[in-house]
């Protein structure tokens, strides 16, 4: 058994809970929302555009967004995005990185900051062991699980 999981909840819930989201961050409403952010991007093989809400993170670095999805390559070489947090529309560069160290650093920090419960709810964990993890097993939660961090700062 793991000793952290990822964990999402059912795939309706989800789309309903961003379909409320992308309607609410734009909104006057969206200024008083500060754990969400509303990420708009171009797909840099479909040239299709996104908008995709996620749990904001922030360091003393910037912001950040922690994820397993698929969408985060589009930030691999950097790319792009308008993002719309606590009420603002700002012009982002956003970078994923391939750093695993850092990856795994990002992450260990700020599951031990939300505690159990908090990184359950904002990152989408869960704990079988009922602890929080150790380096090796936020190293192999990430590796298992694709878990990756697209870093947002302002356009250079």
Excluded: C
Excluded at 31 to 56: D, H, K, N, W
Excluded at 67 to 94: C, E, I, L, Q, S
């Amino acid at each position: 058994m793991a000793a952290v999981e990822g964990h999402q909840p059912p795939a309706p819930l989800v789309k309903a809970f961003n379909g409320v989201l992308r309607v609410l961050l734009p909104s006057p409403l969206g200024r008083g929302v500060r754990e969400f952010l509303l990420l708009a991007f171009t797909g840099r093989r479909s040239g299709r555009r996104y908008r995709v809400p996620v749990t904001a993170h922030r360091d003393a670095a910037g912001l950040y967004v922690l994820t397993p999805a698929g969408w985060r390559h589009n930030f691999a070489g950097g790319a792009d995005a308008d993002v719309k947090f606590a009420g603002r529309t700002t012009p982002m560069r956003g970078v994923l990185l391939d750093d695993e160290a850092v990856v795994v650093a990002l992450y260990l920090d700020r599951i031990t900051e939300l505690g159990l419960r908090g990184a359950a709810r904002q990152i989408g964990l869960r704990f079988p062991a009922g602890r929080l993890p150790t380096r090796d097993e936020v190293t192999e939660l990430v590796r298992r699980e694709h878990f990756g961090v697209v870093r947002l700062s302002a356009p250079t």
